[in-house]
């Protein structure tokens, strides 16, 4: 009886132990399994690290020039930057100018002439005396205030002249108003359209000294290429 009751206690114990065995094995093999990776994880994941394409040299720099405001500082008139011109009145030698901007507007100086694009005078480099103002006008100008307004500012040097349509060969033949003092100095005062129809006040001052043979014809002429932008 007792040699029966051992020999099913082992059995049990038997049972058992491999029981346990087969379970562990099982858990062994599931947890050594490799676990495969997602395709589209994977995919996300190259997506986003990829680079964006960058833009090319070309297009880096037409971009930086936009935005550089030294592109839009000056507007662009179209005119060539220099042009020739021929012998003038009196035997005067052609020479070739160059282009200036001022405020709104471009025009041509020559050699030995200095132009304020702040304040619109144009003068001689060696002697500053020797100048022209340049007002660009509205287009409802009064014409016949501005004749009251120039005759008031010339009165102190004179009686000025009323020269308006007589200006036939001169460079500002377009003047619908001058008026000129000749004295010491000479002053013009002159309201001029260009052929385009823009409008503008010009005030030219003469000292009629040494220097006067080289102020009075090319001054004119850079006055007379005044052209809007």
Known sequence: MTKSILTTAASVLLLSALILGA???????????PTASSPAATAVSEATAS???????????????????????EPSSGRPQTQS?????????GQEGTLAQ???YSLYIFDGYTFDSQTGRLALTADPDYYAEIEPLPSGYDLAALKQQGQTELAAA??????SGELIEHP????????????ESTEDYIVWKNEAGEAYLLRLHNPNGELSDQ???????????????
């Open 23 to 33: 379970c562990s094995n099982k858990e062994t093999g599931s947890e050594a399994e």
């Open 51 to 73: 680079p964006e394409p960058s833009a090319s040299p070309e297009a880096t720099e037409a971009a930086q020039a936009s935005a550089s405001p030294e592109a839009s500082a």
């Open 85 to 93: 011109f021929g012998e003038q009145e009196g035997g005067v030698p």
């Open 102 to 104: 001022g405020d709104g």
């Open 158 to 163: 004179g009686k000025p002249n009323d020269y």
């Open 172 to 183: 500002l033949r377009y003047a619908e108003l001058y008026l000129q003092v000749s004295g």
């Open 215 to 229: 102020f009075a014809p090319w001054t004119t002429v850079s006055l007379s290429t005044i052209e809007g932008n």
